[in-house]
């Protein structure tokens, strides 16, 4: 993978830096491990689902985490058979960890196992003091002149 220089950005995006940041890390965490295999799916307007094939696991042994716009995913099989003895063994029954960095104001709101599939809910919330709002444009006279008449008549 070709390496991206962002400085030039940087004379121009102020308050940026953490998206180039993240790009860094994204590009070093490509050695991140491929197992579990994944999905990431838009489900609607600010929701998301994560859903991982983490067949052999039970639900006592994933454990799912969030932590600074982080999302930690952990299997750790309770204990091998030492008797078994396959001829073939295709189901990689292995602990893993797998990261999801998160946007902001993104929420994990549940989990679900079915048929050997992990489903991570998660749903986008911004407050309301971010969210774009509209301006009327009134009269600047009347607004001037209204709070002295509501002050005369209290007096």
Do not use: C
């Amino acid at each position: 993978m070709t390496n991206i220089d962002l400085t030039p950005f940087y004379r121009s995006f102020i308050g940026f830096d953490h998206l180039a940041n993240l790009m860094d890390a994204a590009a070093r965490n490509e050695k991140q491990p491929a197992y579990p295999p994944y999905n990431i799916e838009i489900t609607g307007e600010d929701q998301y689902r994560i859903t991982m094939a983490v067949a052999g696991f039970e639900e006592q042994e994933l454990s799912i985490e969030t932590e600074h716009n982080t999302l930690l995913v952990k299997g750790q099989k309770a204990g091998k058979d030492e008797g078994r003895r396959f001829v073939h063994q295709g189901i990689a029954e292995r602990n893993f960890e797998r990261k999801f960095q998160l946007s902001d104001y993104i929420k994990v709101t549940g989990a679900h196992m079915a048929n050997g599939l992990l489903h991570i809910e998660l749903v986008r919330e911004v407050p309301e003091a971010l969210k774009p709002r509209k301006i009327s444009i009134g009269n600047s006279t009347a607004q001037a002149t209204a709070p002295l008449l509501n002050s005369e008549k209290v007096a």
